[in-house]
């Protein structure tokens, strides 16, 4: 199996910055894509950042050009920065991860348990 560990989430003013990490570990073979969702009180879960094993990303809409996601492959780790951080981008963050145990299995997805960001004054 494959466990996501999130950290970096917390309290911050409007225009402020949080660098989310998330950490995979267990049996892992590889790991193609990884990336972080989110959601809000009443609202769906939505995706906020992918990236590739090669390094391809993309952003939802109402992130870009404020966060930016990188990838460390070598510790199967991914973050999130996010700058000029925003009331509506307060919300429970999800890292997620597709994945393989083996060469033989088919990829499926992993995810974390999530870490609170609220952006308050």
């Known amino acids: 199996q494959v466990q996501l560990v999130e950290s970096g989430g917390g309290l911050v003013q409007p225009g402020g910055s949080l660098r989310l990490s998330c950490g995979a570990s267990?049996?892992?073979?590889?790991?193609?894509?990884m990336g972080w969702y989110r959601q809000a009180p009443g609202k769906e879960r939505e995706l906020v950042a992918v990236?590739?094993?090669?390094?391809?990303?993309n952003y939802a809409d109402s992130v870009k050009g404020r966060s930016t996601i990188s990838r460390d492959n070598a510790k199967n780790t991914v973050y999130l920065q996010m700058n000029s951080l925003k009331l509506e981008d307060t919300a429970v963050y999800y890292c997620?991860?597709?994945?393989?145990?083996?060469?033989?299995?088919?990829?499926?997805?992993?995810w974390g348990q999530g870490t609170q960001v609220t952006v308050s004054s």
């Open positions: 997620y991860a597709n994945g393989r145990t083996s060469f033989y299995y088919s990829y499926q997805l992993y």
């Open positions: 267990g049996t892992i073979f590889d790991i193609n894509a």
């Open positions: 990236i590739t094993s090669s390094g391809s990303t």
